[in-house]
Structures are given as C-alpha cells and as structure tokens.
C-alpha cells in the first residue's frame, strides 16, 4: 500500500520526535510492504520566521494532499509577541477548520511498567487507568468571536461560546461508535446548570444515545469531572465535551497516567484523513539535547495507522514495539523511575524500530 504523509515537525522538541517517528513508519513500511512518502509542510513558529505567518498557503495545500498529517509541536515563549491572528497556534487552528477536524480523540491509559510513575494514590491507580476523550474540535469559545475594548475608562473583553445542533450531534456519534469497541459507556461532560450551550449540548447528546440503546449515557458537569478524574479514573470509559472543557481536562487525563510524554492523539472529521500528534507542547528548554520522550508520537503515528490506513496490525506491532521496550526498563527522563535504564531520544527511536 502506498501513503502519502504530511509532515510538520514543528518547533522545540518537534523535529525530534517527529524523526524518530518516520523511522518507526519506515520500519512499519520495510516489514510490512507499505510505500509512506512524506511531504514536507513547515508550521508554527518556524513557519512564521521563514515565511511571516504560522501556516503558509503550501503547506495547507500540501496537508490537504495528502493521506494523513503528522505533527509534532509548535509554538514557544519566542513568538509571544506576535499578534494574535499570527501566533504559531492559529495555525493550527485554521488547519484544524480547512481540513474539517471536529473530533479530538485523546486516550488516557496507564502502562502498567509505568504505574509508579502515577501521581494519585496506588490504591486508586490500581484500579487501572484505561479511558478515551473525545473532544468537540472546532466550535465553542476557541472558534467564537473574541472582542476587547474600552468601556468608561478601563478595557473589556468577550469571548462568545456557541453550538448548533449538527455539531455536538457529529461528535456525540463518534464517542458512542467508541464506547460500543470499548466498555459500552459514554460520560458526557458539560455545565448545564449554568450554560445554555451546555443545555443544548446535553439535549443533544440524550437524544443520539437513543441510536445506540446497548450503551450506557451518564451526563456529569465540568467541576465533578476534573474531581472524578483524581478520584476514581476507572468509572470511565469514553468521555464526550466540548472544545474548552475538552482541552482540560484531556491535559489532566495526561498527567495522571504518568507523564504527557506518553499520550498520542487523533484529529479526525468525515472520512478517514486525519491529524495526528502528541499532546504535549514544543519543550522548547530541551530542544536539541536529545531529552526528548518520541513515545507519544510513535503512539500517535500507531493511531494514524490504524484509523487513516485501516492498517490494524501495523498499528499493533508499534504498540507492541513501545510496551516491549518499556518492559525492558528502558526511559526517558521524563518517565525515569529507580532502575530504568536511562536513553534519549535517538536511543529509544532506535530501540523501537529494533523491536518492530
């Protein structure tokens, strides 16, 4: 099979990541067959000092080509002082729009060689951390009108959140699809008690559980989310929300599995291109010591194989790969625990394209 790939590796630790990464797919490519032929498309910070703006108008083309995207990071304290319609993030927001990205999936799961690195209790992280957030991707207060100005002597700001229907519908059906390869239960998270975009949002998602009668429809606000999440992770299975609420909490789902390090995700809308990426940031501080951890996006190149190329068991050799590698004691710093073997980025590419 032959796939093109767009390739955005970003700023900070993003090159890195991003080129261990292509070697684990050429390891995939060489053992299975495949032809993965990667085009080059500069986003972000580096986007903006060689061209003046985050996403030029040939690398949008170029992603929009292509089978898939793979990102690493982008952004950094070095482009702060752009304006806000140039930082490196609104890049990926307009390719998030142009490409129809309305589904953020973000697994949260706890390898097991990695439970002491869990930051909850051992009694609650015994319990297993094995669930899905699915996060509404382009609509909500991201994609509302933002205004600032000045109102009897001093500045004000608004940000408008808003949702229709056919929005919150859409992604409620692909956090339900999940559920039914899952455990069969959907927990969706809003605020109803306060918002009306909340009260839509539930209405609607109440009304799609009525398609899928054999799974189970909690509804939770926001504030007992983020609670529930430190207290008890194991009741849940796959988590719907919205754009805001969704960034949250899917950073703290992160965090409790033992480092955001090791957390891939997808970005999908109709049919079966998609964006997928790591969900830390650029690390800007380690860029260019080899510190960086490449898990995250080998994982999130696994995804990308299973769910764009309908290549289910490549996808499961990576992971393969990844788990046996772990289990060997190998880590990187920032999943380094008493006896592991300590590599850097290079060293752990290597070891999983040694693996596959």
């Not at 890049?91 to 729009?97: D, I, Y």
């Not at 382009?138 to 009108?145: D, E, V």
């Not at 860029?287 to 290549?311: C, E, H, W």
Request: net charge negative; charged share 25%; glycine share 12%.
């Amino acid at each position: 099979m032959n796939k093109t790939i767009a390739v955005i590796r970003g700023d900070g630790i993003g090159p890195e990541i991003v080129g261990e990464t292509l070697g684990v797919l050429d390891a995939v490519a060489a053992k299975f067959g495949h032809t993965f032929t990667y085009r080059e498309a500069p986003m972000g910070g580096c986007a903006i000092d060689a061209f003046g703006v985050p996403l030029p108008d040939s690398s949008l083309a170029a992603c929009l080509a292509s089978d898939s995207v793979l990102l690493g990071a982008v952004g950094g304290p070095k482009w702060d002082g752009q304006p806000a319609g140039n930082r490196p993030e609104r890049g990926l927001l307009k390719l998030r729009e142009a490409m129809g990205l309305y589904t953020n999936v973000r697994p949260a799961r706890m390898f097991s060689d990695l439970s002491a690195a869990c930051p909850l209790r051992p009694d609650i992280a015994a319990g297993g951390i094995d669930f899905v957030v699915v996060r509404e991707l382009i609509g909500g207060m991201y994609f509302g009108r933002h205004t600032t100005w000045e109102e009897n002597g001093e500045l004000r700001a608004e940000d408008v959140c808003s949702y229709s229907e056919h929005e919150i519908r859409r992604v409620a059906r692909v956090a339900f699809d999940m559920a039914r390869k899952r455990r069969r239960r959907v927990t969706s998270i809003d605020k109803a008690n306060v918002l009306d975009t909340s009260r839509l949002w539930r209405r609607t998602v109440t009304a799609v559980a009525e398609e899928y009668p054999d799974v189970e429809l909690l509804h939770m606000y926001v504030d007992n989310a983020a609670m529930q999440i430190v207290r008890d992770p194991g009741q849940f299975d796959v988590i719907v929300t919205e754009n805001l609420f969704g960034d949250i909490l899917s950073d703290e789902a992160s965090q409790i599995t033992g480092s955001i390090g090791m957390i891939p995700s997808s970005s999908m809308g109709e049919g079966t291109r998609g964006m997928y990426e790591p969900i830390h940031g650029s690390a800007p501080d380690i860029a260019g010591q080899d510190k960086a951890n490449p898990i995250g996006t080998v994982l999130a190149a696994a995804m990308m194989l299973r769910y764009s190329f309908d290549m289910a068991a490549e996808a499961a050799a990576v992971e393969a790969a990844v788990d046996g590698v772990l289990k060997e004691g190998w880590r990187c710093g920032d999943i380094m625990q008493g006896g592991g073997r300590p590599v850097g980025c290079r060293e752990m590419g290597r070891l999983i394209r040694e693996h596959i």
